[in-house]
């Protein structure tokens, strides 16, 4: 199937912990981004690659740090989980105006 | 940069009525505007978009329109049924930035 997929789909957690959440499109898609959706359901991007260049890094903690080893996949990596990282993570590409949304990554930090 | 602003945040229907989101861009350059729509626990998947070169779209119970000079558009959903209650963005786009900006969200729920 042509898709963004996330894993995992469910992360839980202790504060403190480093914990890393995994993106890959096969939609041929140039640019991916990072999404942190809280708990009143706003969408907030955090980062944008395009062809495995960052392009947009939106005021988040260096705590976060986005990888994209390929245009194909851009990983999110968390250092030093704090309970207020809580929320789900959205992956999403796009190959032009429309964004494709991954599944979510629910985060929870005890 | 852009601001969306949606209204209202929440929405309640009868099961049947007609449903009207509207939202609100300050940068005039945007020229794509798409409506997701996420129900709960998934992912927010595009239910319709415009371009500002049209004024109106409509795909079966659900149209958007779109006036640029008061830069404003909004999504219509006609004959609502349970199957339509979501949480539904609006954005705009930033050309310069290749982006979106998303609105606040609003939950609509229709009443059976």
């Known amino acids: 199937d042509t898709a963004v997929s996330q894993t995992p789909k469910y992360l839980v957690t202790q504060m403190g912990n480093d914990k890393s959440i995994k993106c890959e499109q096969n939609?041929?898609?140039?640019?991916m981004y990072w999404y942190k959706q809280d708990s009143k359901k706003f969408l907030k991007i955090m980062f944008s690659?395009?062809?495995?260049?960052?392009?947009i890094n939106e005021t988040v903690p260096n705590r976060f740090s986005p990888k994209s080893p390929d245009k194909a996949h851009l990983n999110l990596h968390i250092n030093s989980l704090e309970l207020g990282d809580s929320a789900v993570y959205f992956c999403?590409?796009?190959?032009?105006?429309?964004?494709?949304f991954g599944p979510g990554t629910r985060l929870t930090v005890l | 940069g852009e601001n969306v602003e949606q209204h209202p945040s929440t929405l309640s229907v009868q099961e049947g009525d007609s449903a009207v989101i509207k939202c609100t861009y300050s940068?005039?350059?945007?020229?794509?505007f798409p409506w997701y729509k996420q129900e709960l626990g998934k992912r927010p998947q595009l239910i319709i978009d415009?371009?500002?070169?049209?004024g109106e779209k409509k795909d079966q119970r659900i149209a958007v329109t779109l006036n640029k000079t008061a830069k404003h558009f909004s999504l219509h959903i006609t004959e609502t049924q349970p199957e339509d209650s979501a949480v539904y963005f609006c954005?705009?786009?930033?050309?310069?930035?290749?982006?979106?900006?998303f609105g606040k969200g609003n939950q609509v729920v229709v009443i059976p």
């Open positions: 999403a590409s796009s190959g032009g105006d429309e964004q494709f």
């Open positions: 939609l041929g898609h140039d640019t």
């Open positions: 690659y395009n062809n495995k260049e960052l392009i």
């Open positions: 940068d005039s350059a945007s020229n794509y």
């Open positions: 415009i371009r500002s070169n049209v």
């Open positions: 954005a705009a786009s930033i050309r310069s930035r290749s982006r979106l900006a």
